[in-house]
T-cell receptor, first 111, second 117 residues
Framework: QKEVEQDPGPLSVPEGAIVSLNCTYS??????FMWYRQYSRKGPELLMY????GNKEDGRFTAQVDKSSKYISLFIRDSQPSDSATYLC???????????FGQGTELSVKP | GAVVSQHPSWVICKSGTSVKIECRSL??????MFWYRQFPKQSLMLMAT?????????EQGVEKDKFLINHASLTLSTLTVTSAHPEDSSFYIC?????????????FGPGTRLTVT
């Protein structure tokens, strides 16, 4: 069993839809949770960084962490074609330490 | 967010030659840098972790004599692929982590595409 599980998709939604992306994990020591967006042939771009449980909102993006269920989510409101990319969840148990990545979910937002 | 650059963005080399890839943190001091490789449609695979002034820590299965990592300063790390072979062709990405503000987010470079012929 992988430490971090993420459905690779692909996920296709119409423009304007609310997108829900999720990851589950098995290591209860993880405390720092990140979501990255990666466009094709580019490096990952940090979208959200969350410590421990709770919600964090930044514009159209909301990150949720439920440590009791070992489950994290990223919601994208009013999705746009420019949101089409691969979304990677990542986490670690100490600041500055190596990240454990999910497989990435490929998202396509259709105009 | 912090900016990390990589050079070159794309390189083609002949089998048996060596290639050096540079990773620079442009606006912060990176106490730790990480090197990843990524195959098409796959997630990132960590190769090694390097701290400034120390030897790199390699992940299991990564040949340290083949993938030489140097982290000589708080803004520069290099990855040298020695005696490259076609199976080394991949997308190599670095990331940097440090005292960017008050947290330790990891910021990624744009990646280097290596093709070995």
């Amino acid at each position: 069993q992988k430490e971090v599980e993420q459905d690779p998709g692909p996920l296709s939604v119409p423009e304007g839809a609310i997108v829900s992306l999720n990851c589950t994990y098995s290591n209860s020591a993880f405390q720092y949770f990140m979501w990255y967006r990666q466009y094709s042939r580019k490096g990952p771009e940090l979208l959200m960084y969350t410590y421990s449980s709770g919600n964090k909102e930044d514009g159209r993006f909301t990150a949720q962490v439920d440590k009791s269920s070992k489950y994290i989510s990223l919601f994208i409101r009013d999705s746009q074609p420019s949101d089409s990319a691969t979304y990677l969840c990542a986490m670690n148990d100490n600041q500055g330490g190596k990240l454990i990545f999910g497989q990435g979910t490929e998202l396509s937002v259709k105009p | 967010g912090a900016v990390v650059s990589q050079h070159p963005s794309w390189v083609i080399c002949k089998s048996g030659t060596s290639v050096k890839i540079e990773c620079r943190s442009l606006d912060f001091q990176a106490t730790t840098m990480f090197w990843y490789r990524q195959f098409p449609k796959q997630s990132l695979m960590l190769m090694a972790t390097s701290n400034e002034g120390s030897k790199a820590t390699y992940e299991q299965g990564v040949e340290k004599d083949k993938f030489l990592i140097n982290h000589a300063s708080l803004t520069l790390s290099t990855l040298t692929v020695t005696s490259a072979h076609p199976e080394d062709s991949s997308f190599y990405i670095c990331s940097a982590s440090g005292l960017a503000g008050v947290s330790y987010e990891q910021y990624f470079g744009p990646g280097t595409r290596l093709t070995v012929t």
